[in-house]
């Protein structure tokens, strides 16, 4: 009870310093409270035991995570990636996941869980593939992109200049440096842009035709809509797909868009790195989020059409609004969480 009055007592304050703030806060909770309760579930339309989800992005990670989780409820599921052992071990996973009813003999299980080695980089391995479901399935309902690359080095440092004492060391960036550094980009664009593109021109004439609740879930990252140093590859390569995953969303209104946006999650997504730098933050593996509970707020939010989801919820919000309203106070977090100090 003193716990309570005190927190009544916090409020009142609040509201008392900052009625508008006060104001404005309980309007975007009764307007979230409303859409809870008014929001039809996917799963009355479209029964999870029907549901055929495609993840691209699934030999690891998360989308191995999500894989599980789909299998677990009874979904059918195809898992892509181009590490073929990967990619078996965890059909292997799936299989003995699937609920005992949905999986009567061997054929069921294989028709039921695909694995399929592909690039999400090439055309023709992304169309193949579609082929390949519309045989296997008659269509697609779900389609999760959570492939994607690092990149960790300060951009200057990838073009070979060190910083020291105010200078740079050499003083400019010779060709070769800017060439790598465009390399670095080239390959990451590639990888977090140009495959979650091909994938969804690919695939959502299929989602659209064959699925009475077509969705797509984009795993975006928290740094695509927050600045970070080191990141300057990463993110905003990581923003240039979700936005244009966010506008497709209104060029397809009868598809359900979701993009999910996490802070460090564990794993060895740093491995992916495609200017070799090394991990500045606290280890992912210690202090990231468990890639089972991305998974499965992953599934939550397909199932309630959320379209826009933070990871944690609080600190990425608050990183989210904060950088409009106090830029140089998120950047100054930024610089401590990855141990930046501008020389
Ligand atoms: N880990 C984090 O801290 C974190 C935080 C926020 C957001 N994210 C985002 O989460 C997503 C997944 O990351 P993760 O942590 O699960 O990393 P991960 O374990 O490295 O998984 C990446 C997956 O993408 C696949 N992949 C990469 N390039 C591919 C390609 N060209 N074609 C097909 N598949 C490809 C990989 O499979 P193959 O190598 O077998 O092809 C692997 O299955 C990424 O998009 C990342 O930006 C990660």
Same mark, same amino acid.
């Given at each position: ?5 005190? !927190? *009544? ?12 703030? %006060?104001?404005?806060?309980? *309007? ?15 799963? =009355? ?9 495609l993840?691209?992005?699934? =030999? ?9 989780e ?33 999986a ?5 299980? =294989? ?5 399929i ?10 169309? %193949?593939?579609?082929?390949q479901?519309?045989?296997? &399935?008659?269509?697609?309902?779900? *389609? ?7 990149a960790?080095?300060?951009l200057?440092? @990838?073009?070979?200049?060190e ?9 400019? !960036?010779?060709v070769?440096? @800017? ?13 977090n842009?140009?495959g ?5 021109t ?29 990141? =300057? ?15 497709? !969303? ?27 730098? $090394? @991990?500045?933050?606290?280890? #992912?593996? $210690? ?9 499965k707020?992953?599934l ?7 379209? !826009?989801v933070?990871? #944690? ?5 608050? %990183?989210?609004?904060?950088? &409009? ?16 100090? #501008?020389?």
């Open positions: 009870m003193d716990a309570l009055a005190s !927190a *009544l007592d916090v409020v009142k304050v609040a509201v008392k310093c900052h009625p508008n703030i %006060a104001l404005l806060a309980a *309007l975007i909770t009764g307007h979230r409270i409303l859409q809870r309760l008014t929001r039809k579930q996917r799963s =009355s339309i479209l029964p999870r035991l029907r549901e055929r989800v993840i691209v992005g699934a =030999s690891s990670g998360i989308g191995r995570a999500i894989a599980h789909y299998a677990s409820r009874g979904s059918s599921v195809c898992v892509v990636g181009r590490r073929e052992h990967q990619l078996n071990v965890v059909a292997e996973e799936c299989a003995k996941l699937l609920p005992n009813q949905t009567e003999d061997s054929s069921d299980k =294989s028709r039921r869980i695909l694995r080695k592909a690039d999400f980089n090439s055309v023709e391995d992304m169309v %193949a593939l579609r082929d479901l519309e045989r296997e &399935w008659g269509g697609l309902d779900t *389609l999760i992109v959570s492939a994607g690359v690092s960790l080095r300060p200057l440092e @990838v073009a070979g200049l910083r020291r004492d105010g200078a740079f060391y050499p003083p400019h !960036a010779d070769e440096g @800017v060439k790598h550094a465009v390399s670095a980009a080239t390959a990451a664009m590639q990888s842009y140009i979650p593109l091909i994938c969804v690919t695939f959502i004439p299929l989602l659209s035709s064959t699925s009475p609740s077509p969705s797509v879930l984009l795993v975006s990252s928290l740094a695509a809509v927050v600045p970070a140093p080191t990141r =300057s590859i990463y993110a905003s390569t990581k923003g240039a797909s979700l936005l244009l995953y966010q506008s497709l !969303a209104i060029e397809h209104p009868y598809i359900a868009f979701t993009h999910i946006m996490p802070s460090s999650v564990e794993g060895d997504f740093r491995a992916s790195a495609v200017d070799g730098g $090394k @991990v500045r933050e606290a280890d #992912p593996n $210690k202090h990231g989020l468990k890639r089972e509970a991305v998974a707020r992953c939550e939010a397909i199932e309630n059409g959320e379209k !826009a933070f990871m #944690p919820v609080i600190m990425g919000r608050i %990183a989210h609004f904060g950088y &409009w309203l106090f830029p140089s106070l998120i950047e100054r977090f930024a610089a401590r969480k990855y141990k930046y100090v #501008p020389a």
